[in-house]
């Protein structure tokens, strides 16, 4: 797990890492600071990166098997991403989808472990929306030896699916996860508060109905006080103050801006590396109706960062 999230296998001379071939596509709606940075972590350790809009998978997915080693893809849907993987003969990894973030986690797995010495033992408390970002911790937490408490409104529960598989999980590697409706229990005893946008992608027309959701699950000092005495927090950005107020957001327990630049240096790894870090904690995507029938190194779909480790 150092050597691989450690700041001494990541932080170097520009030139190091490695020199092959890597698209980065985008969702046309997806041109964002966290794609730019990525595109900037990659060129600045020796990958051509090209950065390029998604239109058909399927064209696109044979297109790019011929010119470059391995796709990193920023979508809308995760069925994009099973396509492109089905008619894919590289490795595609998920860059961002509905369901999953997974290079964002891997940027606050490094931010902890830097602040905390270890990721093993310490329990997440997550307080917000079942999204994307919750979906990705919720499926490599355990592997890492970390407990997750999870709060959302009623209504806004993690995927069923994902959740089915994060207790299976939490069996295997002794941890525990918990799911509630009440912010402060799960913020209890929690060494790390996490949340993040309440409206995510094509939730904008929801806006007002998820405001009133999700009144009460703002995190502020009353939400600190019941966790851990060395709580800090995490927010992957871009914060709106309903979501976590100024005190806590700008205060020295926040990890925030570190949890940002991490994203760079997580993405300039070796992406080989990053793939076999994917195999290992989640195979191709782990829920059988997104599971491609394709041999293992051919046209594999990568949703998770914790497999290798």
């Given at each position: 797990?150092?050597?691989?999230?450690?700041p001494?296998a990541?932080?170097g001379p520009?030139?190091?890492?490695w020199?092959?071939?890597?698209?980065?596509?985008a969702?046309?709606?997806?041109?964002?600071?966290?794609?730019?940075?990525?595109?900037?972590?990659?060129?600045?350790?020796g990958?051509?990166?090209?950065?390029?809009?998604?239109s058909?998978?399927?064209p696109?997915?044979y297109?790019?098997?011929?010119?470059?080693?391995?796709v990193?893809?920023?979508?809308y849907?995760?069925?994009d991403?099973?396509?492109?993987?089905?008619?894919?003969s590289?490795?595609?990894v998920?860059?961002?989808s509905?369901?999953?973030?997974?290079?964002?986690?891997?940027?606050?797995?490094?931010?902890?472990?830097?602040h905390?010495?270890?990721?093993?033992?310490?329990?997440?408390?997550?307080?917000?929306d079942?999204?994307?970002i919750?979906?990705?911790?919720?499926m490599?937490?355990?592997?890492?030896?970390?407990?997750?408490?999870?709060?959302?409104?009623?209504?806004?529960?993690?995927?069923p699916?994902?959740?089915?598989?994060?207790?299976?999980?939490a069996k295997?590697?002794?941890?525990?996860?918990?799911?509630?409706?009440?912010?402060?229990?799960?913020?209890?005893?929690?060494?790390?508060?996490?949340?993040d946008t309440w409206?995510?992608?094509?939730?904008?027309?929801?806006?007002?109905?998820r405001?009133?959701a999700?009144?009460?699950y703002?995190?502020?000092?009353?939400t600190?006080?019941?966790?851990?005495p060395?709580?800090?927090?995490?927010?992957?950005?871009?914060?709106?103050?309903?979501?976590?107020?100024?005190?806590?957001?700008?205060?020295?327990?926040s990890l925030?801006?570190p949890?940002?630049e991490?994203?760079k240096?997580?993405?300039?790894?070796?992406?080989?590396?990053?793939?076999?870090?994917?195999?290992?904690?989640?195979?191709?995507v782990?829920?059988?109706?997104h599971?491609?029938?394709?041999?293992?190194?051919?046209?594999?779909?990568?949703?998770?960062?914790?497999?290798?480790?």
């Amino acid at each position: 797990m150092r050597q691989v999230l450690g700041p001494g296998a990541l932080r170097g001379p520009r030139g190091i890492g490695w020199g092959g071939d890597l698209w980065l596509g985008a969702d046309p709606c997806l041109s964002s600071s966290q794609t730019n940075g990525m595109y900037m972590g990659f060129s600045r350790c020796g990958t051509r990166a090209l950065k390029c809009r998604l239109s058909s998978c399927g064209p696109w997915a044979y297109v790019l098997s011929s010119m470059t080693d391995a796709v990193l893809a920023r979508v809308y849907k995760q069925s994009d991403l099973d396509i492109l993987a089905k008619e894919a003969s590289i490795p595609i990894v998920n860059g961002l989808s509905d369901l999953y973030h997974p290079i964002q986690i891997l940027a606050d797995y490094l931010t902890l472990q830097e602040h905390y010495g270890s990721l093993k033992g310490l329990t997440l408390s997550w307080i917000g929306d079942g999204n994307n970002i919750l979906h990705s911790i919720m499926m490599s937490a355990a592997k890492f030896g970390m407990h997750l408490q999870v709060a959302t409104p009623k209504g806004y529960e993690p995927d069923p699916s994902i959740t089915k598989l994060a207790e299976q999980y939490a069996k295997e590697n002794g941890t525990k996860l918990s799911l509630t409706n009440d912010p402060l229990e799960a913020a209890c005893g929690g060494n790390v508060l996490i949340t993040d946008t309440w409206i995510s992608m094509g939730q904008e027309e929801e806006k007002k109905k998820r405001l009133q959701a999700f009144q009460g699950y703002q995190v502020t000092m009353k939400t600190a006080k019941v966790a851990a005495p060395d709580w800090t927090f995490l927010h992957c950005l871009p914060r709106k103050p309903e979501e976590v107020d100024d005190e806590v957001f700008y205060s020295p327990r926040s990890l925030v801006f570190p949890e940002a630049e991490n994203r760079k240096w997580t993405i300039m790894t070796d992406p080989y590396v990053n793939i076999s870090i994917l195999v290992k904690i989640l195979t191709v995507v782990d829920q059988p109706e997104h599971q491609s029938p394709l041999p293992v190194n051919h046209g594999r779909l990568y949703n998770s960062y914790t497999e290798i480790l």
